[in-house]
């Protein structure tokens, strides 16, 4: 089984967007049996799975906020949608589990800001530092040729962590998450751009530089 781990402390960046759009992907596109374990009492990641009509391919949800993270032995892939400011021994319990962690970035220099720091924090990880787990960045909600957007582009180079993709704001992620489906399972003429935009971070996953060393 492979754990992907979406985090950042900041909420509103796009955890549970990448989550359930990740989920999507290995369920609809690869035919992966997948558990979404959400990790926030908001429960965004649970709610989109009772939008989530049956003629979709099942994904399996669990309230990891309050219950044990069980899984099938026949699961492939494990995705925890983490929640906002989880530090300490919390967060490093979290990072135990994952072999892939994904960290969206907002374009807002608040964020940025943010990111930095704790960036800094996930980093000292143990298993991080030894890379059993590794990071990929993903900018999200850009607003391509605006000043903002090229400088979070300089700052995710200064992070010196693998930058896997750049999501733009669009509508798209929204009428998703009301229909409990992702990109993926929508119209391509409406999300070919999405579609598009999600390939590197796709074949990032895909390829040995974000899988653990050992
Ligand atoms: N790329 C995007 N374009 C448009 N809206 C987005 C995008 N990513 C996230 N959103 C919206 O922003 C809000 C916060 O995103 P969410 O994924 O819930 O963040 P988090 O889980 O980090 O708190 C949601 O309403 C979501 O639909
Ligand atoms: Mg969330």
């Known amino acids: 089984m492979r754990t992907i781990l979406v985090l950042n402390a900041k909420g509103g960046c796009g955890k549970s967007t990448i989550s359930t759009n990740l ?37 399996e949800g669990v309230a990891a906020f309050k219950d044990k993270l069980h899984h099938a032995r026949d699961t492939d892939i494990l995705i925890m949608d983490a929640p906002a400011r989880v530090h ?15 960290f969206p970035v907002l374009p807002s220099p608040i964020d940025m800001r943010a990111a930095t720091d704790y960036m800094k924090e996930v980093r000292a990880i143990g298993k ?10 993903i900018a999200n909600r850009v607003r391509e040729n605006t000043i903002i957007f090229s400088e979070l582009y300089d700052f995710i180079k200064k992070l010196k962590v693998p930058y896997v993709a750049t999501l733009r704001d669009t ?4 009428r998703a998450e009301e229909r409990g489906v992702g990109i993926f399972e929508m119209a391509p003429s409406q999300v070919y751009q999405d579609l598009e935009s999600w390939e590197p971070l796709t074949k990032w996953l895909r390829s040995k530089r974000s899988m653990p060393d050992k």
């Open 128 to 137: 991080i530092e030894r890379k059993e787990a590794k990071i990929g960045v």
């Open 23 to 59: 989920a999507s992907y290995y369920a609809f596109e690869e035919e992966k049996k997948v558990i979404l374990a959400d990790y926030d009492p908001q429960g965004s990641s649970l709610a989109w799975l009772e939008a989530r009509g049956e003629e979709w391919p099942a994904i």
């Open 171 to 174: 509508q798209n992620y929204i």
């Open 88 to 102: 300490g021994k919390e967060l490093t319990a979290m990072v135990r589990k994952a072999d892939t962690i994904l």
